[in-house]
């Protein structure tokens, strides 16, 4: 019975919503109340009656500025207020309805028709109840009218008095988050972050944090998604999210020991509250078993239309078979060449019928277009045609697509990008198996093989590290000029293994080859200056970074800040060497291992210009 009184009390609000926008007066709501609106109650003359003063009486109104017209609720004795004539104990006093009228409802449905500037307005006069707009905005974003939910929602937001906040606001706040996301309001994200953190309920501080955290994850800003989780240990102790977010930012540190044990510390802890749903609890139990494997079912099963393909792929992937041979010659000049052969440009040339993105020719990695809005097909096509994995072109474009959607996610690592690493490898154990010489990225089509390697190098660097540094070392070896740019991530994952000699020696002989380089990677120098803090040697260190210091004068002060506002870079991802830019990027990859070392930033502190 409730189900169908929900159904009638929408119609009949809404028909009444319709008839009070004629000319915003009540007699025309009673008229339109006998007259129809007791057909959209099942014919019931009396409830119609009953209801249509209530829904009346908050019903905002553009004639008065969208306040309300409340009607005087008559005694029992005195007339009803539905002008029948009749005593109220006679009429709608006599009347139980079927069930509540959310005291709210005709806002919410005014929310929902009103455009343009009477929607604006609507929302500017701060009169609409916080659970109408809450509701509204949900009622948009899940209709899809992106712009129409950011406007309401923001109304919700923008408001003085945190405490009146429903608390089912929290899903309201993510949506709006999102959005920002999605539409490039940057800014207004950020800014709605620090409103919540600064003075939002106890409820939201929590999510705000949560947020907070993963979109450091996603800049692999390490460092400040360790100290926004920290904030949200704190805010909400015993969130279960919680336990979700550790095991990422483990994983993202490279600490998957350390991930598991703490996936079972939160098992444990929230299995004994007995308040979780059993899904909620067996995803804590995965967590616990499997991080990395959990992680990675749990974002498959996101991506909605492509959770079944990119499932298909990842089995195609564990049943490849080893990778054919190439066409591997050697120039005049003793370099190395690999020749496309004719079945690999044919088996591309299938691929590329499904994928119809182009490599950028001169890029390192990128497209000129994005290939995932159409992945559907292109990976149904690939799992259908397996053997098109034979190119290397085709393995290029995969690798290409998979690092730009999921090489930042460590859990990925395994079942997407290791298989394709074992195919590569494969092709250049055959180049290095031609002989002595280098493998130069313009000589005939080597660069689809450099350029696939730095891609599946980055997709491994933080889920398969070791693994990921060795093809970078295989890479530097065949390409000796370093086109790809790798010296400075090999660095970086030394220092991260704790291999500092190895670290130093490396980034002394890429500033060696570098000294005729106007600008040398600012990694490169700080790495180095890392590497001789660790070994002690600080009288060396102290000139290091000196050299650091007239690259990029801002980074010595961006990388001890404890909460700088972030330097976004151009449209192509680059910073300018010397730029706050750059010193941001290193912030963002590198603090984490400064952090962790101890004393070092301390150290960095006491260089700063007094």
């Given at each position: 019975m409730l189900a169908v009184w929900v159904e009638q009390l929408l119609g009949f609000a809404s028909g009444a919503l319709a008839a009070i926008r004629e000319d915003e007066r009540y007699p025309t709501l009673m008229a339109w109340a006998r007259e129809e609106g007791a057909g959209l109650l099942g014919g019931n003359l009396a409830h119609a009656q009953a209801l249509a003063p209530e829904l009346w009486s908050q019903t905002p109104l553009e004639r008065l500025g969208f306040a309300c017209e409340p009607l005087a609720r008559p005694g029992r004795n005195e007339p009803c207020w539905c002008d029948s004539g009749r005593k109220t104990k006679h009429c709608c006093g006599a009347v139980?309805?079927?069930?509540?009228?959310?005291?709210?409802?005709?806002?919410?449905?005014?929310?929902?028709?009103?455009?343009?500037?009477?929607?604006?307005?609507?929302?500017?006069?701060?009169?609409?109840?916080?659970?109408?707009?809450?509701?509204?905005?949900?009622?948009?974003?899940?209709?899809?009218?992106?712009?129409?939910?950011?406007?309401?929602?923001?109304?919700?937001?923008?408001?003085?008095?945190?405490?009146?906040?429903?608390?089912?606001?929290?899903?309201?706040?993510?949506?709006?988050?999102?959005?920002?996301?999605?539409?490039?309001?940057?800014?207004?994200?950020?800014?709605?972050?620090?409103?919540?953190?600064?003075?939002?309920?106890?409820?939201?501080?929590?999510?705000?944090?949560?947020?907070?955290?993963?979109?450091?994850?996603?800049?692999?800003?390490?460092?400040?998604?360790?100290?926004?989780?920290?904030?949200?240990?704190?805010?909400?102790?015993?969130?279960?999210?919680?336990?979700?977010?550790?095991?990422?930012?483990?994983?993202?540190?490279?600490?998957?020991?350390?991930?598991?044990?703490?996936?079972?510390?939160?098992?444990?802890?929230?299995?004994?509250?007995?308040?979780?749903?059993?899904?909620?609890?067996?995803?804590?139990?995965?967590?616990?078993?499997?991080?990395?494997?959990?992680?990675?079912e749990q974002l498959l099963n996101a991506e909605e239309d492509l959770a079944g393909p990119l499932a298909s792929l990842q089995a195609l992937l564990e049943a490849l078979p080893t990778a054919p041979r190439l066409t591997i010659q050697r120039s005049d000049q003793g370099r190395l060449e690999y020749h496309a052969s004719a079945r690999e440009d044919t088996l591309f040339a299938a691929w590329f019928e499904h994928f119809r993105v182009q490599v950028v020719g001169d890029a390192p990695m990128g497209f000129d277009d994005d290939p995932w809005p159409h992945a559907a097909d292109w990976l149904a096509e690939l799992c259908s045609h397996p053997e098109w994995l034979d190119s290397p072109r085709v393995v290029q474009g995969l690798a290409l697509a998979l690092t730009s959607r999921f090489g930042s996610l460590p859990w990925m690592a395994p079942s997407l990008f290791a298989p394709l690493a074992d195919r590569l490898e494969r092709w250049l154990e055959q180049v290095q198996a031609a002989g002595e010489g280098t493998l130069t990225w313009d000589d005939a089509d080597n660069a689809v093989l450099l350029r696939t390697g730095l891609a599946l190098v980055v997709g491994m660097e933080r889920g398969a590290r070791q693994r990921s540094r060795e093809l970078a070392e295989r890479l530097l070896v065949l390409d000796d000029q370093d086109g790809l740019g790798l010296r400075e991530l090999v660095l970086d994952q030394l220092l991260r293994e704790g291999r500092d000699r190895e670290a130093l020696e490396l980034s002394e002989r890429a500033l060696e080859e570098e000294s005729e380089e106007p600008a040398p990677l600012l990694g490169l120098l700080m790495g180095r200056v890392l590497a001789l803090y660790r070994l002690a040697r600080r009288e060396e260190a102290l000139e290091a970074l000196a050299a650091a210091r007239r690259h990029n004068p801002h980074a010595l002060a961006m990388l001890c800040a404890d909460n700088p506002r972030p330097v976004t870079t151009g449209g192509d991802g680059i910073a300018e060497p010397g730029s706050r830019a750059e010193a941001w990027q290193y912030r963002t990859l590198m603090r984490d291992q400064w952090r962790a070392s101890p004393g070092a930033l301390q150290w960095l502190r006491e260089q700063l210009p007094g």
């Amino acid at each position: 019975m409730l189900a169908v009184w929900v159904e009638q009390l929408l119609g009949f609000a809404s028909g009444a919503l319709a008839a009070i926008r004629e000319d915003e007066r009540y007699p025309t709501l009673m008229a339109w109340a006998r007259e129809e609106g007791a057909g959209l109650l099942g014919g019931n003359l009396a409830h119609a009656q009953a209801l249509a003063p209530e829904l009346w009486s908050q019903t905002p109104l553009e004639r008065l500025g969208f306040a309300c017209e409340p009607l005087a609720r008559p005694g029992r004795n005195e007339p009803c207020w539905c002008d029948s004539g009749r005593k109220t104990k006679h009429c709608c006093g006599a009347v139980s309805l079927p069930g509540h009228v959310p005291e709210h409802l005709m806002w919410m449905l005014s929310l929902r028709d009103w455009k343009g500037e009477v929607l604006k307005a609507a929302l500017e006069s701060g009169r609409a109840p916080a659970q109408a707009l809450l509701e509204a905005g949900l009622i948009a974003a899940e209709s899809g009218q992106r712009g129409r939910a950011q406007q309401i929602l923001e109304s919700l937001f923008e408001r003085a008095d945190w405490s009146r906040l429903p608390e089912q606001a929290e899903p309201a706040f993510e949506i709006l988050v999102d959005l920002y996301q999605e539409r490039g309001f940057h800014r207004k994200r950020t800014a709605l972050l620090d409103e919540v953190l600064d003075r939002g309920p106890l409820f939201l501080r929590g999510v705000a944090l949560e947020r907070l955290c993963l979109m450091h994850l996603d800049n692999d800003d390490l460092d400040s998604a360790r100290a926004a989780f920290v904030r949200a240990q704190q805010a909400l102790p015993d969130s279960p999210t919680l336990a979700y977010i550790e095991a990422m930012l483990l994983l993202h540190e490279g600490h998957e020991r350390e991930a598991a044990e703490r996936a079972r510390f939160w098992f444990r802890r929230l299995a004994r509250r007995g308040d979780l749903d059993p899904d909620q609890l067996q995803f804590l139990a995965d967590l616990a078993d499997n991080p990395g494997a959990t992680l990675a079912e749990q974002l498959l099963n996101a991506e909605e239309d492509l959770a079944g393909p990119l499932a298909s792929l990842q089995a195609l992937l564990e049943a490849l078979p080893t990778a054919p041979r190439l066409t591997i010659q050697r120039s005049d000049q003793g370099r190395l060449e690999y020749h496309a052969s004719a079945r690999e440009d044919t088996l591309f040339a299938a691929w590329f019928e499904h994928f119809r993105v182009q490599v950028v020719g001169d890029a390192p990695m990128g497209f000129d277009d994005d290939p995932w809005p159409h992945a559907a097909d292109w990976l149904a096509e690939l799992c259908s045609h397996p053997e098109w994995l034979d190119s290397p072109r085709v393995v290029q474009g995969l690798a290409l697509a998979l690092t730009s959607r999921f090489g930042s996610l460590p859990w990925m690592a395994p079942s997407l990008f290791a298989p394709l690493a074992d195919r590569l490898e494969r092709w250049l154990e055959q180049v290095q198996a031609a002989g002595e010489g280098t493998l130069t990225w313009d000589d005939a089509d080597n660069a689809v093989l450099l350029r696939t390697g730095l891609a599946l190098v980055v997709g491994m660097e933080r889920g398969a590290r070791q693994r990921s540094r060795e093809l970078a070392e295989r890479l530097l070896v065949l390409d000796d000029q370093d086109g790809l740019g790798l010296r400075e991530l090999v660095l970086d994952q030394l220092l991260r293994e704790g291999r500092d000699r190895e670290a130093l020696e490396l980034s002394e002989r890429a500033l060696e080859e570098e000294s005729e380089e106007p600008a040398p990677l600012l990694g490169l120098l700080m790495g180095r200056v890392l590497a001789l803090y660790r070994l002690a040697r600080r009288e060396e260190a102290l000139e290091a970074l000196a050299a650091a210091r007239r690259h990029n004068p801002h980074a010595l002060a961006m990388l001890c800040a404890d909460n700088p506002r972030p330097v976004t870079t151009g449209g192509d991802g680059i910073a300018e060497p010397g730029s706050r830019a750059e010193a941001w990027q290193y912030r963002t990859l590198m603090r984490d291992q400064w952090r962790a070392s101890p004393g070092a930033l301390q150290w960095l502190r006491e260089q700063l210009p007094g």
